[in-house]
């Protein structure tokens, strides 16, 4: 098992500016349950900044409180359509997975076959995966792929028994690997007005965190 590590991500990393004049020491520490509910966020791309601290395949996920969902629908009906975007929440109320269900695959064609690959900051958790499955029985024509960046409590027996359960149900479940961060760059991360796309600069350990989780899912599934 990966050692456990606590980091404490600045705000910058978060998406949010530091307050310089303030000292670490006296910085509040917000427990999760302190924080307001959050609203799902939609949109095209994501801040840079967001895809860099959210999506990093770490060992640990301190600071990690969000999940970010990127989406491509594939409809295959009277006409063919692709669709993408992204969805993010705070883990308060609705969580993303469940959100991308109730507000967007409803603008899809109804009765559409719907080819969905999804690319996720960390795995479901236990009431989304439940919920991921209900979806795909109720929809024969709903096919849908996950691709994630780390295992969301992958050591708990219910998470694993819930990851099993979304396989049988038909779900895809993939870690992402090296090239998979890089496509999401690409097409879902924000590029600054008047630059040239910049290049996907991949981080250390990178490759070494994708086995490790490959690995990982192998066992539980």
């Known amino acids: 098992k990966m050692a456990e590590k606590q980091e404490e991500p600045s705000n910058a990393q978060n998406g949010e500016p530091d307050n310089a004049e303030e000292g670490e020491g006296k910085k509040k520490k917000v427990k999760r349950e302190d924080l307001p509910p959050f609203e799902i ?19 640990y996920s301190s600071g990690r409180n969000k999940t970010f969902l990127c989406y491509v629908v594939e409809t295959q009906g009277k006409e063919a359509a692709t669709s993408r975007g992204y969805l993010e929440d705070e883990h308060a109320a609705a969580h993303a997975e469940m959100a991308f269900f109730s507000s967007i695959l409803p603008q899809c064609q109804a009765g559409a076959r719907h080819h969905v690959t999804w690319y996720v900051s960390s795995s479901p958790c236990v009431t989304c995966a439940r919920g991921i499955c209900e979806a795909l029985r109720r929809d024969s024509g709903l096919r849908l792929t996950i691709m994630v960046g780390r295992l969301f409590m992958w050591d708990e027996p219910e998470m694993q028994a819930a990851l099993r359960s979304m396989k049988e149900a038909g779900c895809k479940l993939r870690i992402m690997k090296p090239q998979d961060f890089e496509y999401v760059w ?28 490959e690995e990982k899912l192998a066992e539980i599934l």
């Open 186 to 213: 690409k097409n879902f991360v924000e590029q600054e007005e008047g630059e040239e796309a910049k290049s996907f600069v991949p981080w250390e350990d990178i490759q070494e965190n994708f086995q490790y989780y």
């Open 41 to 59: 966020v939609t949109g095209e791309r994501l801040p840079a900044n967001f895809f860099k601290f959210q999506f990093r395949n770490v060992e």
